[in-house]
């Protein structure tokens, strides 16, 4: 990570801008507040979230069960990673997973973010149920999925019409279809927030002026509201692909990763080699796969959507 | 603009609603029922036998407990989050110093930061300092990852203060310090309440932190003892389920009461 070099070397930047523009110095004296305000945050910080960022680089070189103390074993743990099938079969249903989850929660959510959008009191009452799995967490989600969806007890065991055996979890695709399912029903009120938002903010007089026009209800959505939304579109799938990569309690809790190792994904893998299997080495090796992921989808967010511009996403929410 | 209904987006929101609300309401009838007649009759069939049990049940196997850690953890989230986040919001807003915009260049970039991905190190950390299945060593990563987009809403709140109060008070020789208390502080209401229901959430609704980093019964929060008590009485299923109904109340009660200022915090959980 380039963060962790930030503060030293602009520390000597920022005194050697002080003496040359006196003004700076002067007002960062008087009445703006000095860099000192950010320092506490800041400390705590880098201690909670960057040192461990750095220390997740060095670990993934090193040997560690958990005991004693780590000891330096160079590439051993890639080696290991990369020639590990299971390894490389959870980076592909990660992936599978992540796509998964855009197809399905991205129109979904635009449509009912747009719907959500009007002002009829009635959707008011309605999207305030839209909204109650967003309170819980994904460990309640997916306890409470497991629960409904049990073999023995569960809806599918009553609607075997429906769902065969009733039992899901037994096979990888209909499991893979319970974790796209889950996160989809857990996620999508977010993003459809993000879009009503979005939606409201659009200016009415395109919509006048394409009524004018003669533009039916279709066209002005596929004209006027999908266009308005692109930004907002960016953001949400970027959400939505970070979200994908992390997904952790809804395997742990629904699948543990199985029928055998068919659902485990890479967040899952990388839990179960260091703290079930205690190889904290190759943990963190995959783990350092995942920060990198996570950093380059992170820096396209800030070049291609902006942070000012989620902000303004955000305002339009009531 | 002539208004026609909207057949298609209203059928798909019906049918959205009865995905979301199905779930919900054989959750709460489930919770009201016994288990024999829950295992015979099946979820979808309207509650036999009225019971209470499975509340009480919850409580029995020691969810009284884990809702006390859990109330602690979330309270001294949002402590640490309060006292830190405004005056580095401030400094990112008004501070003219090169030093503050790489500290907030630092947290934009934390806010990719996932903390599966730190979780390993965050293990060795935290044993090493002697903090490993005890309620600090849960605080104190948590309250570090609820940093970055807390102060990235609290500074958007920030820099909406208009700019000839700072005038007007800098006028009066006002201090930094002043100025952050008797204006910034009470300008940024909106703000901060935002970011104490975000931070609060993440604790509450937190799980890998408190799964890797504790381990007995005395430090367990809520989330930790539904999946431990699906691990070990899954079969119980209305009794599961009035755990989970029980750990959802407090946020549904500040659902209720604080609408506003809990969607503006759930925008800032960011698809977690």
Known sequence: MSTQTTSAPTAAAASKEGRRRPDTAYAARGTRPGFLWALPATVFFALFAIVPLIAVAVLSFMSWNGLGSPQFVGTDNWKRIVDDPVMVKSIWLTLLLTALGVALQTPLSIVLGVWAAGHQRNRAVISAIYFVPLLLSSTAVSVLWRALLDPNFGIPARMTWLFGDGNLFGEQTTAIGVLAFVSTWQFTPFHTLIYQGAARAVPQVLYQAAEIDGAGRYRRFFHITLPQLRNSVITSMILMIVGGLTTFE??????????????????????????????FGAGAAIALCLVVAATIISLIVVRVSGYDKMRSDMEGVS | MKRRPNYLAGAGSLVWLVLVGLPLYVMLAATLRTRQDYASKGPLSFPGDFTLDNYTGAFDSGFGRYFLNTIIVTVCVVGVVLLLVPPLAYAIVRSRSRVTSQIFRLFLLGLAIPAQAVIVPMFY?????????????????????????????????????SPELFEAMTVDGASPRRMFFQLVVPLSRGGLSTIVVFSALQAWNGFLFPLVLTQSDSTKVITLGLYNFQTEHGIDIPGLLGAVTLSMVPVLL???????????GLMGVGGK
Do not use: H, W
């Not at chain 2, 950390?125 to 309250?143: F, Q, R, W």
């Open chain 1, 250 to 279: 809804t395997v742990l809790i629904l699948t543990q990763g199985g029928p055998g190792t068919d659902t485990t994904i890479s967040a899952y893998y990388m839990y179960q080699k260091a703290f079930q299997g205690f190889d």
């Open chain 2, 254 to 264: 500040i659902y209720l009461f604080a609408r506003r200022a809990l969607v503006q």
């Open chain 2, 125 to 161: 950390l935290i044993t090493e300092a002697g903090l490993y299945d005890n309620l600090l060593g849960v605080i104190l990563p948590t309250a570090a990852f609820c940093l970055p987009m807390s102060a990235l809403v609290l500074s958007g709140a920030m820099r909406d203060i």
